[in-house]
C-alpha cells in the first residue's frame, strides 16, 4: 500500500504576477524549484494566505534567481500579486519510507522570494 506523504514546500512567497491568458500552471524561480526538491511538470498545491484559496496546478520554470512566482490560466483568478501563498508538493510512498523520509522545507525572503 502507498500513502500520501508531504514531500516539500516552499514557505510564504510572494507572488509577482498572474498570467490569466497562459495555458495554466505556477512558473516558479528554478533556484527555489531545486532547493525544494520539485520537479518541472510535478503537481503541487497552492494555498493562498491573504484568502484561503487553495487549489493544485503544475510548476513551470523560471529564470533562476529572479524571484517569480507567477500563477498562470485559470489559478491567476485566485490570486493577486503581491499574495502570500505556500507550494506545497506530496509523494507517494509505503508506510515504512514514510517512517524515515525527510521533507524538504524552503524558507526564502519573503519581500524578494529569492533564498538567503
Known sequence: MLIE????KIHRVRVTASDLNYIGSITIDEELIEAAGLVVGERVYIVNVNNGERFDTYVIKG????GEVCL???AARKVQR?????IIAYAQMTP???????PKIVFPDEKTNLLT
Do not use: L
Request: glycine share 4%.
Open 96 to 102: 515504512e519510507e514514510a517512517q524515515t523520509f525527510q
Open 5 to 8: 506523504v508531504f514531500k516539500s
Open 82 to 86: 503581491d499574495d502570500i501563498i505556500i
Open 63 to 66: 529564470k533562476r534567481k529572479s
Open 72 to 74: 498562470n490560466g485559470p
